[in-house]
């Protein structure tokens, strides 16, 4: 999950200064705060089961 956040991250970056209209900017911008705040938590579940989360894909 954590690439796919990360991958996530990356294309809402783009939309949020590339969109059309102003509605898609503010959606991308949330998507993207939306993520980046799950991406802790996703380490911490990782890191308790035992794994490593940077090698976790």
Known sequence: MIPHH????QMARMAATNAATEALRNAAKASVADQESDLPELHKII???GKDPDAAS
């Open 6 to 9: 990360e991958s996530g991250i």
């Open 47 to 49: 890191r308790a089961a």
